[in-house]
């Protein structure tokens, strides 16, 4: 399983890598339709079934931008996340990204800014004096390659236990502090015959959380971005010890069977339809526990959540410590036709997004919000106080990775889950890709 999965990797890198040597091509979209307008063809990942607050936020930006520049046409293509990403290798393969499309952070963008395929969006914000000082701070920045940005944040996202108040009441219950504390309830609700807390480990990411989390509270806040920054190994005792305590919860049956054969959104339907007890997930769900009208209220009355507990002994003492950073991104095509009016539409979108993602979506968006006039859910502003008070909020392992180590993160927390690997193999095998990428 690992060795072909290791083998699409490689070729997947080296077909970006060799793009910063190949010859400009025709990407991009055609300058005019038949009409005379502009075409942006634009790539995002929010669909209307499984997103809609914000697949409605950005149709309705792209119908305002449409009615005041009447020489446009903004043309939509829409994926789901895990989709998305394959599309957009297999699109930047051919040097055909869109003209506008979604990105991650840091080590998620580089090889895409490496390979030569993302104008540089500095431009946009200095020219734009709604936009100018709007960023919450090191935002941005993380979309910055040796000094230049090539990709504008719409969303700042952290990650909490969401749970089923009710649930919690009827097995008498407490939020827990501490680690202990949390197996406890883990045991409670699993002995009664109830699902403990809900994971999508088919596609790594969401079950990489918890594995986050741990590695957070035991080996500290800083353990592994130390990692990536060649500070610190993976095959530290801390993360041996997360990795551990995943399969120890596996063991307990933490969580829901078959984990991981089930997506993020099989996953979310557990909670949803009140069949798991938690849910450790970010705060672009925070939509359907807040403002979605898709959404009945008696569901979101019943729904709280609470931080990652801290683990005894461990090095990660804060609770206020968290795992998230920023969410996806705006870039723009080095070789788009009408890369002007993409950039244009780009500021727009942001500064749009900024404004109506706070009460259409009940999101945290990228840029500074005056929440005082607004009349915002209650968990909304929980959330908001939480941000002022964080004593450190560490970027996504996968997203801090480069996309070689970040797919081969995902296939791995997906073994771990399904105890196809044991702790000291995932260990390993990360110091090894880890390796290879510093030779």
């Known amino acids: 399983m690992f060795k072909k999965k ?10 970006l890598v060799s793009l910063a040597l190949a010859g400009c091509s025709s990407g991009g979209s055609e300058k ?3 009409d005379g307008k502009k075409v942006i063809k634009f790539m995002h990942l929010w669909p209307e079934g499984s997103s809609n607050a914000q697949f409605s936020i950005v149709k309705d930006i792209i119908d305002e931008y449409e009615k005041e520049h009447t020489d446009t046409k903004i043309v939509t293509e829409i994926l789901n996340p895990d989709q998305y990403r394959e599309k957009l290798k297999v699109l930047a393969s051919s040097n055909e990204l869109p003209d506008i499309g979604m990105t991650w952070s840091d080590g998620f963008i580089k090889p895409y800014v490496e390979g030569d395929m993302l104008a540089p969006l500095d431009d946009v914000v200095e020219n734009n004096a709604d936009l100018k000082d709007a960023f919450i701070p090191g935002v941005k920045e993380s979309y910055a390659v040796d000094g230049k940005t090539y990709g504008l944040p719409l969303e700042l996202n952290i990650s909490y236990v969401f749970y089923n108040k009710e649930i919690f009441s009827k097995y008498n219950l407490e939020v827990p502090k501490t680690f202990s504390e949390y197996k406890n309830v883990v045991k409670t609700l699993a002995d009664n015959g109830v699902v403990p807390a809900t994971v999508g480990a088919k596609d790594g990411w969401p079950a990489s959380f918890w594995f986050m989390y741990l590695a957070d509270r035991i080996g500290g806040s800083t353990v592994l971005t130390d990692v990536i920054k060649g500070e610190a190994k993976f095959d530290d005792p801390s993360i041996v010890k997360a990795a551990e305590e995943v399969q120890n919860l596996v063991d307990m049956g ?4 078959g984990a991981s054969a089930l997506s993020n959104d099989d996953a979310k339907g557990y909670f949803m339809n009140e069949q798991a007890a938690m849910f450790l997930t970010a705060t672009w769900e925070l939509p359907n526990y807040t403002t979605s009208p898709d959404v009945e209220q008696e569901f979101k009355d019943k729904i709280g959540y609470f931080k990652f507990p801290t683990y005894e002994g461990g090095k990660g003492t804060s609770i206020n410590s968290y795992v998230g950073g920023p969410g996806v991104g705006l870039f723009v095509a080095k070789d ?14 942001v500064k749009r997004w900024g404004e109506k993602s706070v009460i259409d979506a009940g999101v945290i968006p990228a840029t500074k919000v005056d929440t005082a006039s607004l009349d915002l859910a209650p968990m909304y502003i929980e959330i908001l106080k939480d941000l002022g008070e964080a004593s450190n909020v560490t970027t996504y392992f996968d997203t801090q990775s480069s996309p070689a180590v970040s797919e081969l993160h995902h296939d791995l927390v997906t073994a771990l889950f399904g105890k196809q690997v044991t702790p ?3 260990v390993k095998q990360h110091v090894d890709a880890l390796a290879k990428e510093k030779k």
Do not use: H, N, R, W
Not at 6 to 15: E, P
Not at 254 to 257: A, L, S
Not at 336 to 349: H, I, N, P, R, T
């Open 6 to 15: 290791t083998v699409a990797i490689l070729m997947s890198v080296i077909m």
């Open 32 to 34: 005019s339709s038949a």
């Open 254 to 257: 933490g969580f829901v069977k």
């Open 336 to 349: 788009s036709k009408v890369q002007d009016e993409a950039k244009d539409f780009v500021g727009y979108l």
């Open 424 to 426: 000291q193999e995932y």
